[in-house]
């Protein structure tokens, strides 16, 4: 189901970046031109979605963590409507990503969208707490740990995508599985700090 008025849904947002890649690198602000008022959560599903697959792009979580960590802060802080800085928005994206995203996503998000609906936008629309959840997973899909980004972008894609379709039930459980994530993270560090000062 797409989401209401003129937001377009995330497949579609990437559908049209690719058009955009034929001709080159495309910037942060294509998305947002694209994008229209969901821009920040648009930015968080796309980005995302390389390491919530995987997609098989070397040095991708590096390149990809950044943007993750820029738009979730600003959004955490300001809100959606707050705007993408401008620093950003002349950040580009290789054109091979995007057509490689595209090729391999789009079926992937379609999918989600069409069991998306409308629901729970009490939650839905606390965009700043799910910002601020989504900073601290961008934190941890860029520590270079094997197969550790996928769980967090995962996480990240599914609170994205509740925000664009004001899916509170699909937000929700993002925001659930990064609790369980930083939970786990916290557990773990305090037990190999334990280890090794015994």
């Given amino acids: 189901m797409e989401p209401e008025g003129d937001v377009l849904p995330t497949s579609e947002v990437l559908r049209r970046l690719a058009e955009r890649a034929e001709a080159g690198e495309v910037s942060v602000a294509d998305i947002a031109d694209i994008a229209g008022r969901r821009t920040h959560a648009a930015i968080l599903a796309l980005v995302a979605l390389p390491e919530a697959l995987p997609l098989p792009v070397v040095g991708m979580s590096t390149a990809l963590s950044i943007p993750l960590i820029i738009v979730s802060a600003h959004m ?114 305090d037990y190999l700090i334990g280890f090794f000062q015994a």
């Fill in 76 to 189: 955490a802080a300001f809100g959606a409507g707050g705007g993408i800085p401008k620093s950003l928005e002349r950040r580009k994206l290789p054109a091979s990503l995007v057509r490689v995203v595209a090729g391999r996503a789009s079926s992937f998000l379609k999918r989600v969208e069409r069991i998306s609906k409308p629901r729970l936008r009490i939650v839905a629309d606390r965009s700043r707490i799910l910002a601020a959840m989504c900073l601290l997973l961008a934190a941890v899909i860029a520590l270079p740990i094997p197969f550790g980004n996928l769980p967090p972008a995962i996480c990240v894609l599914l609170m994205a995508v509740g925000m664009v379709q004001k899916d509170g039930a699909l937000a929700a459980a993002g925001f659930a599985g990064g609790f369980v994530i930083l939970g786990g993270s916290v557990f773990a560090a």
